[in-house]
Every structure is written in structure tokens, then in C-alpha cells.
């Protein structure tokens, strides 16, 4: 089991930027990848962004590419969450996931939340 712990949440106006970071700690040697989702009121949990933890490949869903930027620091075992451009549609609740296989997410963090005002 891996523990994941998020930060970086807050308020911001349309057009600005934030970073999240999630921490992870636990066993974090053997995992595949993390990514980040969002659930916004009265919505399903989606996907946003992934990063392989070996080689540090990404994907996005198409809604934030070009927009949010993940990456990893693997010494620190810390994934961010870079968010420019924001939109009052990214107004959601962040959640920090691990997984050790592909497609698969077995550890949760217990979220941050994003508000953006238009």
C-alpha cells in the first residue's frame, strides 16, 4: 500500500495557475504509475493526467493537454500537478492516485480542492 498526501489546492481567478504536489510514501518502490483526477459537484471522478514512474511517459485527457503539466520528482517520490490556464470548468476536488500495473490505481489520496472564479 502506498499513502498519498496532496496539497497545493486553493482558490484562484480564471487564467491563473496552480501547482498540486502529492506526496507518497509506503511502497512506493514497485509502482507503475501516478495520476491525478477530479470529481466535480454533482459528477463522476475523472481522469486527468498520468505519469509512468519508470521512464516518465504522460497522458492527459484532451479537456487540460497543452493547459496542465504533470510530472515527478522519483528522489522525493512527489508527483505535481501543474495548472495554467484555469478554467471555472476545473473547479473540482483533486485526488492523487498510485498504481502498481497498468490501468490500475490501488491508493488514494484524500483530495484538494480547486475552486476557480470566473
Known amino acids: 500500500q502506498v499513502q498519498l498526501v496532496e496539497s497545493g489546492g486553493g482558490l484562484v481567478q480564471a487564467g491563473g495557475s496552480l501547482r498540486l504536489s502529492c506526496a507518497a510514501s509506503g511502497r512506493t518502490f514497485s509502482m507503475y504509475a501516478m495520476g491525478w483526477f477530479r470529481q466535480a459537484p454533482g459528477k463522476e471522478r475523472e481522469f486527468v493526467a498520468r505519469i509512468r514512474w519508470s521512464g516518465g511517459s504522460t497522458y492527459y485527457v484532451a479537456s487540460v493537454k497543452g493547459r496542465f503539466t504533470i510530472s515527478r520528482d522519483n528522489d522525493k517520490n512527489t508527483v505535481y500537478l501543474q495548472m495554467n490556464s484555469l478554467k471555472s470548468e476545473d473547479t473540482a476536488v483533486y485526488y492523487c492516485?498510485?498504481?502498481?500495473?497498468?490501468?490500475?490505481?490501488?491508493?488514494w489520496g484524500q483530495g484538494t480542492q480547486v475552486t476557480v472564479s470566473s
Open positions: 492516485a498510485a498504481g502498481h500495473s497498468a490501468g490500475s490505481y490501488d491508493s
